[in-house]
């Protein structure tokens, strides 16, 4: 605390991001990052992008990285945003489209970062209770609001709202935006993007983070009707107008050309997803089912917190979030096969009963 900060920063309570533990030879299964390298195409157009053209400022509307998004969802490149991580398009999209009269409505479990961007811009928000099997019920957002922003599939629970269930949502509420935080969507869910051309108050926000194994390139873009887009751009355009160096850009446009890599990684996670979730039933625990490059688990003997522990003596890292209704789930990224076997070895040993 310092009498010299501003009224607003004494009243915040900061994300805690999961940690970058600095010891080597650690399995690490809690930020969800993706186990497989990026494409080879997106270092190589990295390392060509390293050139004296450095000393000159980036395009501060990324276009051509906004017509390869746009092309790839068959959008025009006036409905895409993008920005140095989804976090910081999230940020915008807060401060741009959520800030009203009524309170911006998000799920009791949810991304832990919404309530975090409410109290950055005073945004009053309410919480809407997922139902006892942790799943979300669009019926339950139809009450007055300024807005309403889920991930889908859901974090960190990983349970997936089908499109029907979105567009059901979207002909309910007409006026204010919904916001679809679709950081997992790839693997497993099909993307909101396509319902974007009838919706004018729907935004699509995704990561080039997880399933593109981008998460150190910081690149993240919101799809959306042309007037969102608009007010986006008059945040960004008040806060940087360079948020996305030559080198991200760089690096995301050879990410959507390379359709290949990004689609055998994302398959290949999906499968050790299936097969980590057998093994965990097969150890007693329960697993919510997960579109996402995340499981979410509990055992109903163990406390959840004690088994990160005895992960962590075994060097393996997993999420416990110390939160109501979920402080007796572990939250688990999906690795490799190899890290995979290695997490049920050590849990089988945890949960021996005797
Ligand atoms: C990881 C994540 C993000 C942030 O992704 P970045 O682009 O790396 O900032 C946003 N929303 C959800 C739900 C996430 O899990």
């Not at 080597?24 to 060509?48: D, G, H, W």
């Not at 928000?125 to 006892?132: K, P, S």
């Not at 055992?299 to 109501?324: N, T, Y």
Request: one cysteine or more; proline letters at 6%.
């Amino acid at each position: 605390m310092s009498q010299y900060w501003s009224k607003v920063v004494h009243k915040l309570t900061p994300y805690t991001p999961g940690e970058q533990p600095k010891m080597a030879r650690l399995i690490k299964l809690n930020t969800n990052e993706n186990p497989y390298p990026p494409s080879p195409q997106v270092l190589a157009a990295i390392q060509a992008a390293a050139n004296t053209d450095l000393r000159l400022y980036p395009d501060p509307g990324s276009d051509r990285l906004r017509e390869v998004i746009a092309n790839y969802h068959g959008l025009q490149a006036e409905q895409v945003f993008v920005g140095n991580s989804s976090d910081e398009v999230l940020a915008h999209v807060f401060q741009a489209l959520l800030k009203h009269e009524q309170p911006l409505l998000f799920p009791d479990i949810s991304y832990s970062f919404y309530p975090v961007y409410c109290g950055l811009y005073e945004i009053d928000y309410r919480t809407v209770a997922l139902d006892a099997d942790y799943r979300l019920n669009v019926a339950d957002y139809a009450q007055p609001n300024g807005g309403i922003i889920f991930p889908n599939p859901n974090a960190p629970t990983g349970c997936l709202l089908g499109l029907e269930q979105i567009e059901h949502l979207l002909q309910n509420n007409r006026d204010s935006v919904v916001v679809i935080d679709e950081a997992y969507i790839d693997f497993g869910g099909n993307t909101a993007i396509t319902l974007i051309n009838r919706y004018p108050n729907l935004l699509v926000v995704q990561t080039l983070s997880k399933s593109r194994s981008l998460a150190g390139l910081r690149v993240g873009f919101a799809a959306g009707h042309a007037d969102l887009i608009a007010g986006l751009n008059r945040v960004k355009n008040s806060f940087n107008s360079y948020p996305l160096d030559r080198l991200a850009a760089a690096g995301a446009i050879a990410a959507f050309e390379d359709q290949a890599s990004f689609a055998q990684n994302c398959q290949a996670i999906m499968a050790t997803r299936e097969r980590l979730t057998a093994s965990l039933a097969h150890l007693g625990f329960e697993v919510l089912p997960s579109a996402a490059n995340f499981i979410f688990a509990r055992h109903p003997d163990f406390d959840a917190q004690q088994l990160a522990q005895g992960l962590r003596s075994s060097g393996i890292i997993v999420r416990h979030f110390k939160l109501p209704r979920i402080d007796n789930f572990l939250r688990i990224s999906i690795g490799t096969d190899a890290e995979s076997r290695a997490l049920v070895s050590v849990l089988e040993v945890l949960v021996k009963q005797d």
